[in-house]
T-cell receptor, first 113, second 114 residues
Framework: TQLLEQSPQFLSIQEGENLTVYCNSS?????LQWYRQEPGEGPVLLVTVVTGGEVKKLKRLTFQFGDARKDSSLHITAAQPGDTGLYLCAGRGSGAGSYQLTFGKGTKLSVIP | DAGITQSPRHKVTETGTPVTLRCHQT?????MYWYRQDPGHGLRLIHYSYGVKDTDKGEVSDGYSVSRSKTEDFLLTLESATSSQTSVYFC?????????????FGPGTRLTVL
């Protein structure tokens, strides 16, 4: 079973601060995705990273896939209250069953105005 | 938004009763999934389907069964509900199952087993 350790579990910061969320595993993933979930709703995909060392930017959010494709990070610059939510990383294996996602436990972010 | 609906959205039931949750999609996606989300555990896969009448077990399948008789519908059944099955259940769909495939999630069903 592939496991994804996500940290921190909870994060409360002031508006304008920067933050980084980490997603680590001992397993290699063919791709890694980051989702954001609002209360009472299902997760929504933010980004998919596939290549080791890949960096993707989505406005103030920067996503990086580790060189060995075992870890990833999400960095938010100048956090806004609208960034509040649950952030989930999810890894996809390779070969048979590669359509299955393994999710981390999530990081609950609160951005205080 | 992807066309995914789940019914019911909320349900309270008693231990030992059967419960069926329905997921309906209008996207004609091949893959469908059932997850449960619990505090401290994140999202865990229960069962998934890779086509009509083609299903397989996920990480936490004990006590659950599924059926898919049509592309658009994926049913999750708790044959005899237990309190440990109190959770929020999410259905998801995806098109190809490739490494870059996107899973689209429904709004969830909150199930309470008393």
């Amino acid at each position: 079973t592939q496991l994804l350790e996500q940290s921190p579990q909870f994060l409360s910061i002031q508006e304008g601060e920067n933050l980084t969320v980490y997603c680590n595993s001992s397993s290699v993933f063919s791709s890694l995705q980051w989702y954001r979930q609002e209360p009472g709703e299902g997760p929504v995909l933010l980004v998919t990273v596939v290549t080791g060392g890949e960096v993707k930017k989505l406005k103030r959010l920067t996503f990086q896939f580790g060189d060995a494709r075992k870890d990833s990070s999400l960095h938010i610059t100048a956090a806004q209250p609208g960034d509040t939510g649950l952030y989930l990383c999810a890894g996809r294996g390779s070969g048979a069953g590669s359509y299955q996602l393994t999710f981390g436990k999530g990081t609950k972010l609160s951005v205080i105005p | 938004d992807a066309g995914i609906t789940q019914s019911p959205r909320h349900k309270v039931t008693e231990t030992g009763t059967p419960v069926t949750l329905r997921c309906h999609q209008t996207e004609n996606h091949r893959y469908m999934y059932w997850y449960r989300q619990d505090p401290g555990h994140g999202l865990r896969l229960i069962h998934y389907s890779y086509g009509v009448k083609d299903t397989d077990k996920g990480e936490v399948s004990d006590g659950y069964s599924v059926s898919r008789s049509k592309t658009e519908d994926f049913l999750l059944t708790l044959e005899s509900a237990t309190s440990s099955q109190t959770s929020v259940y999410f259905c998801a769909i995806s098109q190809s199952g490739s490494s870059t495939d996107t899973q689209y999630f429904g709004p969830g069903t909150r199930l309470t087993v008393l």
